[in-house]
């Protein structure tokens, strides 16, 4: 069953702009990660947010988890033509259950030049 | 630099085939994972296996089957391959602990006729 649900499935934007994405899950986590997809390549981690946790920053990105209302923002800030791929949060649920990450349908991100 | 690596970008197979899709890492990991990605679906955890023998069922297992007879080599396997199979199949491997990242390989594009 889909955990995450990335909002929204597409966006385009112009090169300089900030870009944010959304998450919601549906049950308890543990961490939460979001991973980077380029057109039909494998995924890339960029970077995970523990339950504790309320904010992070890596670089160019910043990613902010709210449990209470079980979601997370994914903020690229001055976005550049190579960050045009597709972003997925995935959650690692806790108590238990099968041990991958459960993935939402992601969210398509264009930078035009 | 880590490493996961998959036998095929690309293959096609017959409806009935047995089709076996290979997975190396080179990190010393001990939980390797196997997903299949479908436009609208997004990634769903086929199987995942914690040590060398061992196997757990994901999300959706029915019509695969793996094997983990060395710690660096995570192999599906697909008894009587089926059209429905048609798919991105991604390999990911992770260290034991639970907050850390997965890796990701390229990624095998299986096309059943």
């Known amino acids: 069953s889909q955990q995450g649900e990335e909002d929204p499935q597409a966006l385009s934007i112009q090169e300089g702009e900030n870009a944010t994405m959304n998450c919601s899950y549906k049950?308890?986590?543990?961490?939460l990660q979001w991973y980077r997809q380029n057109s039909g390549r494998g995924l890339v981690h960029l970077i995970l947010?523990?339950?504790?946790?309320r904010e992070k920053h890596s670089g160019r990105l910043r990613v902010t988890l709210d449990t209470s209302k079980k979601s997370s923002s994914l903020l690229i800030t001055a976005s550049r033509a190579a960050d045009t791929a597709s972003y997925f949060c995935?959650?690692?649920?806790?108590?238990?259950?099968?041990?991958?990450?459960?993935f939402g349908k992601g969210t398509h991100l264009i930078i035009q030049p | 630099d880590v490493k996961v690596t998959q036998s095929s970008r690309y293959l096609v197979k017959r409806t009935g085939e047995k089709v076996f899709l290979e997975c190396v890492q080179d990190?010393?990991?001990?939980?390797m994972f196997w997903y299949r990605q479908d436009p609208g679906l997004g990634l769903r955890l086929i199987y995942f296996?914690?040590?060398?023998?061992?196997?757990e069922k994901g999300d959706i297992p029915e019509g695969y089957s793996v094997s983990r007879e060395k710690k660096e080599r995570f192999s599906l396997i697909l008894e009587s391959a089926s059209t429905n199979q048609t798919s991105m199949y991604l390999c990911?491997?992770?260290?034991?602990?639970?907050?850390?990242?997965?890796?990701f390989g390229p990624g095998t594009r299986l096309t059943v006729t």
């Open positions: 995935a959650t690692r649920m806790s108590g238990g259950g099968a041990d991958g990450l459960t």
């Open positions: 049950t308890s986590i543990n961490n």
């Open positions: 947010i523990r339950s504790n946790e």
């Open positions: 990190m010393d990991h001990e939980n």
């Open positions: 296996s914690y040590d060398v023998k061992m196997k």
């Open positions: 990911a491997s992770r260290s034991g602990q639970a907050y850390y990242e997965q890796y």
